[in-house]
């Protein structure tokens, strides 16, 4: 599973003008699922999430996580995370799970975020969407759990 996760103050999905999901500080968590991905990948990845030691400590280092400090977790599905751009000028999104398949990833990270944190908010599946925040740091980084490899054929 692709993911960026941004350290925010504060971030909002809008959807036809309303506002879906929101929180104040914690993580805005960008997500794609790729062909392959299980429920594994979406646990290991948000485990890592969860764990990712991201937001200031007393003395001003990186020494905290989301779960450390209590904030929020705002995850947005966003196929095009996984573009590749290697040809030409306009990206192709092969890599990107099928629809029915990366719902079901983001259902279930969604599933499992909510249960192991207390702050969880969502975009929608599939749905034009706003997203608008205010990156604190400013902190970005990319986090990504490569689909599990096939059992080799002997």
Request: include cysteine; aromatic fraction near 4%.
């Amino acid at each position: 599973m692709l993911s960026v996760l941004q350290r925010v103050s504060e971030a909002r999905v809008t959807v036809a003008g309303q506002v879906i999901g929101e929180i104040g500080p914690g993580l805005l968590v960008l997500v794609c699922a790729e062909h392959g991905d299980t429920a594994a990948e979406a646990d290991a990845l948000l485990a890592k999430i969860l764990k990712l030691r991201i937001f200031a400590d007393e003395d001003g280092r990186m020494n905290r996580s989301v779960q450390d400090v209590g904030g929020g977790l705002l995850i947005v599905s966003q196929f095009t995370l996984a573009a590749d751009t290697r040809k030409g000028n306009r990206p192709s999104f092969t890599n990107a799970a099928a629809p029915e398949h990366g719902l079901a990833m983001y259902e279930h990270l969604l599933a499992r975020a909510s249960e192991r944190h207390p702050n969880v908010a969502a975009g929608r599946f599939g749905a034009d969407m706003q997203v608008s925040l205010v990156n604190n740091g400013p902190v970005t980084i990319p986090l990504n759990v490569p689909p599990a490899a096939p059992p080799s054929q002997i």
